[in-house]
């Protein structure tokens, strides 16, 4: 019986994660320059404001990936709070106040400092909760703020991009109250474990977004993102999102990054192997005299020679198997096999 072809489409569509549209987006798709006055992304109500001096659209792209080798979905540039003075700049969301959702956004501090560097979610004029680098220590270590108490995470470190992950849940806390937990450098595929941190308080929605820097201090953002699974806020590619050849474990033990395509410095070194002392497969090929190469693994070679026997050419049955193991020394072993001395 013939199955018409639909049906595997539709059966792979099924098995294809589905994910919501998100309902706040904010890449920072933007030329390098002032923050304000800047509207891209979707689910706000207005533009970028400031109050103080403008953080700054810089031509950095943050970017991250997990312990599985998958790498989250980014584009456009990053903000960075670098300034003369203290930046601060604020943004409306349009279906505020928002609970019941996940929050995401790449967060870097660059260097050591003693000023406040922060992401606050405020619900009108008040800052219900926050994720900074708080003023009262010169470490890196991530906060969470609940508008009252700085919970220290104990975890931070200058230069290393840390993708940050919140959920707040209304009345999820044990007494009823709203519940907010903290994840730092999730799995894209969904948290395992507990969080890192959770605060709760009578009400946690928020409706308000303000990103500053103390004095001009500078913590860089990128990908901020709001969601009502997590799923939504995390969209990852696995195996080789670059495109250059190499996977991403491939890229990770070679000491690259696998959001930036390496495939230039690929193509260099396959067009002049002879700078690097390298053979293609070409090269090895044509050295061997019309005999067959191999190369030895780990310093052993199984060697399997199989026989076969024809009355007229076409058809070949088994004649003979032959077998050996044969044992080398340590390093780079090639072996080669030439027929000599057949009898026709």
């Given at each position: 019986m013939?199955?018409?072809?639909?049906?595997?489409?539709?059966?792979?569509?099924l098995?294809?994660?589905c994910f919501?549209?998100?309902l706040v987006?904010?890449?920072?798709?933007?030329?390098?320059?002032?923050?304000t006055?800047?509207d891209?992304?979707s689910g706000?109500?207005?533009a970028?404001?400031?109050?103080?001096e403008?953080?700054?659209?810089?031509?950095?792209?943050?970017s991250y990936?997990d312990?599985?080798?998958n790498?989250?979905?980014?584009?456009?540039?990053?903000?960075a709070t670098?300034?003369?003075?203290?930046?601060?700049?604020?943004r409306?969301f349009?279906?505020?106040?928002l609970?019941?959702?996940?929050?995401?956004?790449?967060?870097?501090?660059?260097?050591?400092?003693?000023l406040?560097e922060?992401?606050?979610f405020?619900r009108?004029?008040s800052?219900i909760?926050a994720?900074?680098?708080?003023?009262?220590?010169?470490?890196?270590?991530?906060?969470?703020?609940?508008g009252?108490?700085?919970?220290?995470?104990?975890?931070?470190?200058?230069?290393?991009?840390?993708?940050?992950?919140?959920?707040?849940?209304a009345n999820?806390?044990?007494?009823?109250?709203d519940?907010?937990?903290?994840?730092l450098?999730?799995?894209l595929?969904?948290?395992?474990g507990?969080?890192?941190?959770?605060t709760?308080a009578?009400?946690?929605s928020f409706?308000?977004?303000?990103?500053?820097?103390?004095?001009g201090?500078?913590?860089?953002?990128?990908e901020?993102?709001?969601?009502?699974?997590?799923a939504?806020?995390?969209p990852f590619?696995?195996e080789?999102?670059?495109?250059?050849?190499?996977?991403?474990?491939?890229?990770?033990?070679?000491?690259?990054?696998?959001?930036?395509?390496?495939a230039a410095?690929?193509?260099?070194?396959?067009?002049?192997?002879?700078?690097f002392?390298l053979?293609t497969?070409t090269?090895?090929l044509?050295s061997v005299d019309?005999?067959?190469v191999?190369?030895?693994q780990?310093?052993t070679a199984?060697l399997?020679f199989?026989?076969?026997?024809?009355?007229?050419?076409?058809?070949?049955q088994?004649?003979?198997?032959?077998?050996?193991?044969m044992?080398l020394?340590?390093?780079?072993?090639?072996l080669?096999?030439?027929?000599s001395?057949a009898?026709?």
């Amino acid at each position: 019986m013939m199955i018409p072809k639909i049906i595997p489409v539709l059966l792979a569509a099924l098995t294809m994660p589905c994910f919501a549209e998100l309902l706040v987006d904010e890449p920072f798709d933007y030329a390098q320059g002032n923050l304000t006055g800047e509207d891209g992304g979707s689910g706000w109500s207005g533009a970028w404001t400031q109050d103080g001096e403008s953080c700054v659209i810089v031509p950095v792209q943050l970017s991250y990936f997990d312990s599985n080798f998958n790498v989250l979905s980014v584009s456009g540039l990053s903000l960075a709070t670098t300034g003369s003075a203290t930046t601060k700049n604020y943004r409306d969301f349009a279906n505020g106040p928002l609970v019941n959702v996940w929050i995401s956004f790449l967060f870097r501090l660059p260097a050591s400092n003693n000023l406040y560097e922060g992401i606050n979610f405020y619900r009108g004029s008040s800052s219900i909760f926050a994720i900074s680098n708080p003023s009262i220590t010169t470490s890196a270590n991530i906060a969470l703020n609940n508008g009252s108490t700085i919970i220290d995470s104990g975890v931070g470190e200058f230069g290393k991009t840390y993708f940050i992950v919140l959920h707040l849940i209304a009345n999820g806390a044990p007494d009823g109250t709203d519940l907010l937990e903290l994840y730092l450098d999730p799995l894209l595929t969904g948290p395992v474990g507990d969080p890192v941190l959770t605060t709760s308080a009578a009400d946690l929605s928020f409706d308000r977004i303000r990103i500053a820097g103390q004095n001009g201090a500078t913590l860089e953002v990128d990908e901020l993102r709001i969601g009502e699974t997590f799923a939504d806020i995390a969209p990852f590619t696995s195996e080789d999102p670059d495109g250059d050849g190499l996977t991403n474990m491939q890229e990770l033990e070679l000491g690259l990054n696998p959001a930036v395509s390496d495939a230039a410095l690929i193509a260099a070194v396959q067009e002049h192997p002879d700078y690097f002392g390298l053979f293609t497969r070409t090269g090895i090929l044509s050295s061997v005299d019309h005999g067959v190469v191999i190369e030895a693994q780990e310093g052993t070679a199984e060697l399997v020679f199989e026989i076969q026997q024809s009355d007229d050419l076409l058809w070949w049955q088994h004649y003979e198997t032959i077998h050996r193991r044969m044992e080398l020394e340590p390093g780079k072993n090639f072996l080669r096999f030439i027929l000599s001395g057949a009898s026709l």
